[in-house]
């Protein structure tokens, strides 16, 4: 009874850390933060469709939301902080899509799916975020 208990507890600790690509761990709330160190946080939200999240800037340099145009959900509208409605458009018009310290962006999500967004400058640095958006 108790190994049985034990494996059972393994079980759950390997299906927690499970490194699957497609595998987001995710925190359920419709504020995400851009914070301190060059991160989005939490960098896995779930909200339900037709929630709006916004997005806000808690550190001392600026950031933007970017969605990563390619892997949108079908059917989905592109979101970009600044009104991009392209990601190329986005990467081209750095400045327009900036967020400074303490303002927000806000989008509300009309399509279930899974989107995967970043920061144009800090991309590199590994700012990045996925939103899941559910039924
Ligand atoms: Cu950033």
Redesign the pocket.
Known sequence: MKMAALSMVLVLMFGACGSDEGQVETVRTDEVD?AAG?VFDPSGAQVQVGDTVTFVNTSK?A??VTAYGSELPAGAPYFASGGATSESEAREDLTGGLIREGESYSFTFTETGTYRYF?I??EGAG?KGTIVVEE
Request: with cysteine; hydrophobic share 20%.
């Open positions: 851009m060059q340099e950031h933007t920061c400058p800090h700012m």
